[in-house]
């Protein structure tokens, strides 16, 4: 381990004594080179959470200028910052272009004085950002904007040239593999949202019993529906309110798509109102729609009493004793999402003003299941919808945890608290058995498998389930290099071969060594009176190796069956890694199995995979290549 320093800086901490710590001054100048009337000559670039890149003049989005004429003049290889409204952590701070162009006069512009790693320097600043560190730079805390001077006085770091570029190299594949699997999980929150989209549609539109007749709705949006619903229209089912509340008091509430939420008005956000009199009443139980965005609007039932803006439609249920509102949420929530009411409305879309008119609204003919069709349609739409939304929670985890690590990673490898790994081939395995692998002496691999078996249940006083059992057998197996004709999956709970079930048999029917139990916690065993008859033939099989095999059996004793589960995982992919002849790094190693496992895998944090395999070199259980290569399984 190389040996550390105080960097003086305290949201970097202790950096490798051979780096410099110094100003950004000391490395970068800035400059603000006006376009003037050159601008039509320049590609326009905006700093987006990806980076630099290129933006049509005509972009219609946010604040656009009248001329470009007092833009400045971006080149590439230059960093450019965005160091305005700093209380607003979500947006972009930092870039290096790979463009030359104009950019926004409030931008900064960092150029080189000297021989610098550019992208060693946006990781670095990018881990600013991350970690929020340009928010509180200057003495008095937390700040609206940083203008050039004070960038150019913040503290910087300098490691030598070469370990630049080495950390660059670094970064850059791992940041590369990342995003790559960042792109697949968002795709993936992409399907099942259409995915859900199709089944409300389906289930509203057509119903859930299966096949039955059908008739022409005489609607365009809605088509052929089950003969026995009818078509109203909206104002002989609802009628629309506007209750003004008429003094202040009462919680604000705001219409979004992931529902209708009380809005926090300590945070600022948004267009606040001087006062929430004229706000209209919201009560539980009403529908409430913004109308005036059709694109990005959406609709929902309050869960809450509260008010509105009044430029919001709320609108309520007459008959419950004959309609579902549930069903009629899901009926309405499709229309936002099918673009049915953007087919009625009108505006001008391009500035997100495109309304559904209350006529429009009133006279639109929706479908009438009867009220039971509604209650089943509305309970199978929850349970299918939780369904779908849990898969996508999961999903949206999994992104946040890889984006954190992201994060993480750049900060340890620009400040110095990682060494970039160097890559190596197979590590080396010379130990006190030369002779792994080892032969198994047996007429038969599943007996002598049965018997390894045994021994570990036996040395396990406490009791051991099969998930554990499993996870030793197959460590004790693949790490001394044992042939029980066995080839291992790449299973949730880790490498698993059916082998296990016939080795079960053999010590608990037909030897009848063990006993097994099945309950709702799992399989545990426990020895009968005839468990010491395996001995003769562990003495025969096993006596050269039982001083390997006690080791390894002690060492997975101690663990959880997770932690078990995490060891016998990262050997199998690690061995696996070893057998294709690879370079590899820990890193690696923990991407195949996150990424090429099951996606199980991923509960457990990446610093956990990480830690465990320290803990295989800890306890000098270190694979080899020994066996088969375990067979991947398409992730569920």
Known sequence: MREM??????????????????????????????????????????????????RSKDDS???????????????????????????NISTSRVGLSPYKGIVSPAYIILSPKTDFCQKFAEYYFLSMWQREVFNHLGDDGVRSSLNASDLLNTPFIYPPITEQKKIVDYLNDK????????????????????????????????????????????????????????????????????????????????????????????????????????????????????????????????KYTGVTSPDYRVFVLDDLESNNRSFYLYLMQ?????????????????????????????NFSIVVPSKDEQQEIADYLDAKCAEIDNLISK???YISEIENYKKSLIYEYVTGKKECPAMVQNEDVSNAYPYFPAPVHASSARFAQAVLMSKILEESSKGMGRVKLEKT???????????????????????????????????????????????????????????????????????????????????FRNYTTEQAEIIATLFAAWNDAIIDKKQFTDDDIVDDVLNNWHESKRRFPR???LRAMNEIRKNHIIPKGYGKHTVMKEMQ
């Open 175 to 302: 940041c590369t593999e990342i995003e790559a699997v960042l792109e697949k999980s968002r795709a993936s929150i992409d399907e099942y949202k259409k995915l859900k989209q199709s089944v409300i549609t389906q289930a509203v539109t057509k119903g859930i019993r299966g096949d039955r007749p059908m008739k022409d709705s005489g609607s365009i949006w809605f088509g052929n529906i089950p003969v026995d619903w009818d078509m109203k229209k909206i104002k002989y089912l609802f009628h629309i309110k506007k209750d003004i509340a008429g003094q202040e008091g009462y919680t604000v509430l705001s219409i979004t798509q992931k529902g209708i939420m009380p809005k926090d008005l300590s945070k600022n956000e948004g267009q606040l109102a001087e006062s929430y009199s004229h706000y209209q009443l919201v009560n539980p139980g009403d529908y409430a729609m913004n109308h005036m965005d059709l694109l990005t609007g959406w609709v929902d039932i309050s």
């Open 334 to 362: 499709m229309c936002y999402s099918n673009r049915i009411f953007y087919g009625l409305g009108q505006g001008v879309s391009g500035m997100g003003r495109w309304r559904l008119q209350a006529d429009k609204f009133l």
């Open 5 to 54: 320093k105080d960097s003086g800086i305290e949201w970097i901490g202790k950096i490798p004594k051979g780096w410099s710590v110094c100003r950004v001054k000391n490395f970068y100048y800035t400059h603000k080179d006006i376009v003037g009337e050159k601008s039509d000559v320049y590609d326009r670039l905006a700093l987006t959470l990806n980076g630099v890149v290129k």
């Open 395 to 397: 999903k949206e985890q």
């Open 61 to 87: 989005v946010g604040l656009q200028p009248e001329a470009f004429n007092g833009y400045q003049i971006l080149r590439s290889n230059e960093l450019v910052f965005k160091l305005i409204d700093l209380a």
């Open 607 to 609: 610093q956990v995979w």
């Open 473 to 555: 057998l197959f460590t004790i197996e693949n790490h001394i290099g044992f042939n029980f004709d066995t080839e291992y999956l790449r299973e949730a709970a880790g490498p698993l071969d059916a082998s296990i079930y016939e080795c079960e048999k053999i010590i608990t029917r037909r030897n009848k060594w063990f006993s097994m139990k099945t309950s709702s916690y799992g399989v545990s065993y426990a020895p009968t009176n005839d468990v010491d008859k395996y001995k003769k033939y562990y003495a025969k099989y096993f006596s050269e190796y039982n001083s390997e095999i006690e080791r390894i059996i002690d060492v």
